[in-house]
């Protein structure tokens, strides 16, 4: 049995950001990106063998674009942060109340002889720089993605500072974890410049991305903050 192709939307909107839906208006900020310096294109096609788009979804999981507004809509905070280390991957178990979603999947996979799913997730410890926007979090706390997302989710590398939407995770085996998604995660580059993780191809993505890609994080920033009060 393909236990993916069993997993409700409940259980996944638990694992994984990548799956919330729904619509959000995108407000214009106020930045003045006339005055902005930018990375020129070229040095940005050079930036990107480091730093790459991420790009690709799992194998049976059709996912829905998120743009930077809904991102924020969902989870707690936006950090800068310095990557550390990446730590061990954990499995969890997942809450199996009768009637909720995640029972009835228990449920199914017991009466098909299978085991009960147990979420792998892939984590990165990092060093909170500063907390833009949102609830306070620690000085250290670990970065994670499920790990079936592998080679799509942004890879961390030690050394490198990024800027990310986080949401705290849930159950003991998540204390310290937070969620973050490529749809919120953007790298700091060449003397404070910022690459996005993800390119959408959506209106609101894309005025986003041309807006904020290639800019400096001050305008970053902005741009977050401007979103964050509308």
Known sequence: MNIKKLMTPAVMAFIVLGLITGCSSVT????????ATSLSPEKIKELRKTYPVSTGSPQNVDLQDLTFKQVLDYTD????????????????????????????LA???????????RPEFTSFQVKVDEVVTGEEV????????????????PELKPGMKIVVAVKKGVGKEQEGSYSFTRYGTYYVVEDDYVLSAFEGQSEEMR???QDTNGYKLDNLISEIKALKSN
């Open 28 to 35: 214009s900020s106020t930045s003045d990106m006339s005055s």
């Open 107 to 117: 449920e199914k996979l017991e009466a098909a002889g299978e085991q009960p799913y």
């Open 138 to 153: 620690g000085s250290t706390i670990n970065l994670i993605y499920n790990s079936e997302f592998k080679g799509i989710e």
């Open 207 to 209: 005025g986003f991305s």
């Open 77 to 104: 905070s936006v950090i800068i942060a310095e990557v550390i280390q990446q730590m061990p991957d954990f499995s969890v178990d997942l809450i199996t109340e009768p009637g909720t979603p995640e029972g009835n």
